[in-house]
Nanobody, 124 residues
Framework: QVQLVESGGGLVQTGGSLRLSCPASGRTFSSYVMGWFRQAPGKEREFVAA????????YFSDSVRGRFTISRDIPKNTVYLQMNRLKPEDTAVYYC?????????????????WGQGTQVTVSS
């Protein structure tokens, strides 16, 4: 079992930045692929970014590539999502997720554990 708790969300103006954190507890965090997803009101949850267990490989959705970065601190069992040049369309609840396989994935059903989410609101 893995427990994930997101933090770092809030209200920011267009063009601003936020950094989300997701510390993990429970099973061996270092062997998991970690991902971030988001869900805007009235929309389905969508993939944002993922990072391999080693941190060497990352993958982003087209909508955030070049603006967001994902990283992980294995000794701290924490994954981060740095969000820059935020836009109103980035407004959503952001979820951290853990996948107990080594291959990268962008599909919700490929992840085994989820956090409770943190709200990000970007004002225009």
């Amino acid at each position: 079992q893995v427990q994930l708790v997101e933090s770092g969300g809030g209200l920011v103006q267009t063009g601003g930045s936020l950094r989300l954190s997701c510390p993990a507890s429970g099973r061996t965090f270092s062997s998991y692929v970690m991902g971030w997803f988001r869900q805007a009101p009235g929309k389905e949850r969508e993939f944002v970014a993922a990072i391999s267990w080693s941190g060497r490989d990352t993958y982003f959705s087209d909508s955030v590539r070049g603006r967001f970065t994902i990283s992980r601190d294995i000794p701290k069992n924490t994954v981060y999502l740095q969000m820059n040049r935020l836009k109103p369309e980035d407004t959503a609840v952001y979820y951290c997720a853990a996948r107990s396989r080594a291959t990268m994935a962008t599909i919700m059903g490929s992840y085994d554990y989820w956090g409770q989410g943190t709200q990000v609101t970007v004002s225009s």
